[in-house]
């Protein structure tokens, strides 16, 4: 199970993690609900169901990591594709930034409840229902190294650890984070195709995005290996 997700009898996923693969994937996932932003909280004496229908922007984030996780609708050729793209984002995207913020927050918590979980010493197990540089721009936004990036199940010199158990619709949410981690990191890398990806695998250990490019890899195979079990 090292490295990868498994099907768990009944739904569900599980993978085992130690402590340092803990560790960056909070701090990752921490960092993404950094850069998405927190939600709008009705002011004091508005109206709650106001501000469910309360109108988001209408122009794409100028961060490019951001207009990856938010997209426009509808390729910018025309005048008209333009503003239906634009009244699309206006009426959409504050939903999108929830669901993104609901999606991390429950990886948070249930690392946080794997971790409790391996420091009480009841077997390191963790029930979750619900790397390289940081997300921010530019180099030095934060370093570490990611568990396993070629795949081969053996991982960092990390201790400790456990197995952390997602229910079904955990491992939705996880899958969610997964995807806009990597759409982040991808960005901060400028990778805009499949392609280019083999070139991460022969970067030389002195390339100083390298602690990113093992990160970016390593959650590739996380992704790829909870879809797996989703479509089992």
């Not at 693969?21 to 004091?44: K, T």
């Not at 794997?114 to 940081?134: C, F, H, M, Q």
């Not at 899958?175 to 030389?204: H, M, V």
């Amino acid at each position: 199970m090292a490295g990868r997700f498994e099907a768990r009898p009944g739904g569900g996923a599980a993978v085992a993690l130690d402590e340092v693969e803990i560790s960056i994937l909070r701090s990752l996932a921490v960092q993404l609900l950094e850069l998405i932003g927190p939600g709008d909280e009705p002011a004091e004496g508005e109206d709650p169901l106001a501000a469910l229908f309360a109108e988001g922007p209408s122009e794409p984030p100028a961060d490019p990591a951001l207009r990856r996780l938010f997209p426009d609708a509808y390729a910018d050729d025309t005048d008209e594709l333009r503003q239906a793209a634009s009244d699309f984002r206006r009426f959409t995207e504050n939903d999108l930034r929830a669901r993104k913020r609901q999606d991390a927050l429950a990886v948070v918590r249930s690392l946080d409840e794997l971790s409790s979980s391996i420091a009480s010493g009841d077997g390191g197990k963790g029930l979750g229902g619900g790397p390289g540089e940081g997300l921010g721009e530019g180099p030095g936004a934060g370093e570490g190294k990611a568990g396993d990036p070629d795949g081969n199940g053996n991982g960092d010199d990390g201790e400790g650890g456990g197995i952390l158990e997602l229910a079904p619709e955990g491992s939705r949410a996880w899958l969610g984070t997964l995807n806009d981690l990597r759409l982040t990191i991808a960005s901060r890398l400028d990778i805009t195709e499949d392609e280019q990806s083999e070139r991460l695998y022969r970067l030389p250990d002195s390339d100083p995005t390298k602690p990113m490019v093992m990160a970016y890899l390593w959650l590739g195979g996380l992704q790829e290996t909870l879809v797996e079990t989703l479509m089992a």
